[in-house]
């Protein structure tokens, strides 16, 4: 490729079967992309290649087990002869096994894999089988808590324009409820003191000033968040030179809905104010208070 000639930017959506990659490349196709579904895999070079003029669209291609002739080892063996031409990123769309169960009861479909077995059957037969792309992927987006207009906004961060520096989300999770699958870095916001058991706090979220004033006037929360900020605009420019596009940045209390809220906020606050892209995700903002997870500081009076 000579450098007067435009590189082609090639992204693969793939992943599990009622995940969302369907979504994701109508979304793509909607903002100019060129879209194919379930291309054979030995026309994948060919498709790429095509001469298209002067300036060429980006393309996303899904592909998953369905696509003839599939395998990770052919996938991954056909990537390698497309070279320099090609800007190419794989993006895996996953989901909970639970999730997708859930998913397809409730539209009545049948899991192409399924057979005449149950979905649960299907959707552990193709993770298994497809998994190990999981690790070759650029970037992976865990729909399992997602509305489709979050998924879209995702997408939007992540492709919606060119960039030349990473995609940084900062997210918030609950420990009770599982780590954040997909953090690169994730931080534990437990040690402060927990809104959780304030009656007049309980209710509201670290989205709200009164959780937010709270949590900022514990003694440990300003330099924590100092030394937190130092650390992450350290590394971003480190990830970003290792050939990292997308990073994500958690923080985790044990609901989910009080202390990891406001950092996460507060944080992205920070990164903004320093000229990065943000995106904020809260995972499990909407779930219910639940004493059963939280634990009171022996040493606190609760008001």
């Not at 993006?91 to 057979?115: K, M, N, Q, V």
């Not at 968040?225 to 997308?246: C, F, N, S």
Request: charged residues 30%.
């Amino acid at each position: 490729m000579s450098g007067d000639e435009p590189q082609r930017r090639l992204l693969l959506v793939t992943g599990l079967s009622g995940a969302g990659k369907s979504t994701a490349l109508h979304t793509l196709e909607d903002w100019g992309w060129d879209f194919v579904d379930n291309l054979p895999l030995s026309m994948l070079e060919a498709y790429v290649r095509q001469d298209t003029g002067e300036d060429p669209s980006p393309m996303a291609i899904g592909i998953d087990l369905r696509s003839r002739g599939f395998s990770i080892e052919a996938l991954l063996a056909t990537l390698e002869k497309l070279g320099p031409d090609v800007r190419q990123e794989i993006l895996y769309i996953d989901c909970s096994s639970s999730e997708l169960a859930r998913r397809y009861d409730e539209t009545r479909r049948r899991h192409p894999f399924a057979g005449d077995r149950p979905a649960e059957d299907g959707i552990w037969l193709e993770r298994r089988l497809i998994e190990g792309l999981r690790a070759h992927a650029d970037a992976v987006i865990d729909t399992t808590a997602l509305k489709p207009i979050e998924l879209r906004e995702q997408l939007r961060s992540r492709y919606g324009e060119d960039t030349h520096k990473p995609v940084i989300t900062v997210a918030s999770f609950g420990f009770a409820r599982g780590v954040a699958r997909t953090a690169d870095l994730v931080f534990d916001m437990r040690f402060l003191d927990n809104p959780h058991w304030v009656p007049d706090l309980k209710p509201l979220t670290g989205r709200d000033k009164p959780v937010k004033t709270y949590v900022s006037a514990d003694p440990a929360y300003g330099q924590t968040m100092d030394r937190i900020e130092t650390l992450v605009v350290d590394l971003i420019p480190r990830y970003w030179e290792a050939g990292k596009h997308y990073l994500t940045i958690a923080f985790g209390c044990t609901g989910g809905r009080h202390r990891s809220v406001a950092a996460t906020e507060d944080m992205a606050k920070r990164l903004e104010a320093l000229g990065h892209d943000v995106s904020i995700r809260h995972r499990d903002l909407r779930s219910e208070p639940d004493d059963r997870y939280e634990k009171r500081k022996k040493d606190r009076a609760v008001s």
